[in-house]
């Protein structure tokens, strides 16, 4: 198995099905997560040296910290209903708990943190919406935690990939500190796919191939991105979810395409 694919395992005591840490992982920055928890079951969690935006893919929750409190958010029973989700954003140096109203999946996306803004809900009327691409490289995006909203280092976002189509694509990449040209960014993917039998085909390379694999990713399959280029193609007859944590040195979004492909920018 490729070690940039990392695939999901049965829940823990707190509902905790996949993980990626900077230790794992072997990078500095992105950590993600996610949880599956039975209506009615209520975890605490801190998040240490960490700021955290918790991500509610499925179901409703009532998400407390200090003396706030966000009672029964979410209205998103499936991701494929392409509803903006509901998100919170927690600094470093929180303890907050999270009581699943419903049958609940949440994902928890994490960076280091340096305390710069309080905790918030990020309610869907919050969240810019966008189609990106012409043809077969159309994809329909969710902004959750973008650069022009308030974090340390954490960029979040959810795109849904129809059918037949391709995303992040033409290939582009941000390994580079070379601002204003590209950003260096690790980055990870959450893939879901509707019918989850389905699977995606997701690429990661670089211009010298010492990085070059091609990974078959399913439903509840989380792909790292390091370094490189990282474009993704959903079959025909499956269309393709997936979440996107970004962090690096600056919180800035800034790619570099493959000159080899550019070409169709042009046209």
Known sequence: MSSLLVRPQNPDAQGKILEVTPESAGWEHVGFRVHKLPKGEKVSWQ??????????????????????????????????????????????????SVEAVTDLEVAVCSAPGKGSYKARLIAPEQINSATRGEGSNVRHVHDILPETEEADGLLVVEVYTPAGNWSSYPPHKHD????????????????LLNPSQGFALHRVYTDDRSLDETMAVEHGNCVLVPRGYHPVGAPHGYELYYLNVMAGPKRVWKFHNDPDHEWMLKQ
Not at 51 to 69: D, F, K, R, S, W
Not at 178 to 185: A, I, M, V, Y
Request: charged share 25%.
């Open 47 to 96: 998040t240490g040296d960490r700021e955290e935006c918790l991500v509610l893919l499925t179901g409703c929750a009532t998400i407390a910290c200090g003396n706030e409190a966000w009672e029964n958010i979410g209205d998103r029973m499936d991701v494929f209903e392409k509803k903006r989700p509901y998100a919170v954003y927690f600094p470093n140096d929180t303890s907050y």
């Open 176 to 191: 580079q500190d070379n601002l204003p040209h590209e950003s260096q960014l690790e980055e990870t993917y959450y893939h």
